[in-house]
């Protein structure tokens, strides 16, 4: 597997680990939101940045996992900044009682993860009624970042420093996609429904919501950068819907030829930590190195539609 560890521009590689690409790098006086933190490569992302010194607050589904991550991280690090707040990404009501209560904090906010996901069950609506995997991966996103960004430019005015954002995407918007990319008339229908083609449109989402926030942050002129990225294959339980019984063979087949968890979150902490992503805006990053997206990934019209279409499905 020797290509599992050619090294990139960045100097590394798929093979390399959340701690080895943010060694020596100091987060200190850095706050970061990571969503799906309670398990897999949100829980590694977290206990990484923890350990370089972010307060780390984790935006967790089922806060007794959360709490559990939070007990194991403080047990190996004394010194670790972690937090544990309720967040259920599938359900707007929970997203703005989130956010109201992190912005009634009075914490800054530097860095915003959105990692997040949801794979695998046949056709399911959400409590707002919308399509499951869009409304868990892209839609609970969107409005998270949205009334949380005020916070990020208060925060980037006030210290200096170049706020981040970064959305956790997947290939799977390169290999599972609709024709038309975007179902915007049929989100909701179950004709044609595949929990392939409904989850590669999602991390389709992730990667047009960062492109044209990312946009609209450049034409503000406010220090904050906007990103997506691959994580890799990586063995953890998003797929355990769909595999059920079988998810523990996959675990154990998995670890010899996908990423672990360490190697899963790299990207994401490169991304959100490495001084050499500073500036850098609107890309697609796998293997802590910068990628290329699909096509439609890279459509600046498709980007602004489902902007605008989002903005009225969360209102």
């Known amino acids: 597997m020797w290509l599992f560890n050619r090294k990139g521009p960045s100097g590394f590689s798929a093979s390399s680990t959340a701690e080895e690409v943010t060694q020596g790098i100091d987060g200190t006086g850095l706050t970061a939101i990571v969503t799906g933190a309670s398990s897999g490569i949100g829980a590694e992302t ?8 972010v307060h780390v607050i984790m935006g967790v589904r089922n806060m007794s996992a959360g709490s559990d991550v939070k007990e194991a991280i403080v047990k190996e ?9 309720e967040l259920d990404l599938s359900s707007f009501e929970s997203v703005r009682k989130f956010a109201s209560e992190y912005n009634s904090l009075g914490l800054p906010l ?16 959400s409590r707002d009624n919308i399509e499951l995997h869009f409304a868990t991966n892209h839609l609970g996103h969107f409005l998270l970042t949205n009334l949380l960004l005020d916070k ?17 995407s997947s290939e799977a918007h390169h290999l599972f996609q609709y024709s038309e990319g975007i179902r915007f008339d049929r989100i909701n229908d179950q004709s ?6 409904a989850y590669g449109q ?11 926030l990312a946009r609209r942050l ?8 906007a990103n997506s990225l ?47 992503v500073e500036g850098v805006t609107c890309g697609y990053f796998t293997d802590s190195n910068i990628g290329q997206a699909s096509e439609k990934g890279r459509d600046a019209d498709l980007a602004k539609k489902l902007w605008d279409f989002s903005m009225d499905m969360i209102q």
Not at 192 to 197: A, H, I, K, L, N
């Open 46 to 53: 977290a206990r990484v940045l923890a350990m370089r010194g």
């Open 77 to 85: 690090i004394p010194s670790a900044k972690v937090d544990v707040m």
């Open 110 to 125: 530097n860095l915003l993860i959105n990692n997040a996901g949801f794979f695998g069950t046949p056709f399911k609506l």
């Open 152 to 168: 990020m430019k208060k925060t980037t005015c006030e210290s200096k420093r170049e706020g981040r954002i970064i959305n956790v």
């Open 192 to 197: 044609g429904y595949s929990r392939f083609t």
């Open 202 to 212: 999602s991390k389709l989402a992730n990667v047009l919501h960062a492109n044209e």
């Open 218 to 225: 450049k034409e503000d002129g406010v220090d904050i950068t």
């Open 230 to 276: 691959h994580p890799g294959l990586v063995v953890t339980n998003i797929a355990r819907y769909y595999l059920g019984i079988f998810n523990g063979l996959f675990h154990k087949i998995g670890k010899f030829v996908l990423k672990n968890v360490q190697q899963g979150a790299a990207t994401t902490c490169y991304v959100a930590l490495h001084p050499k």
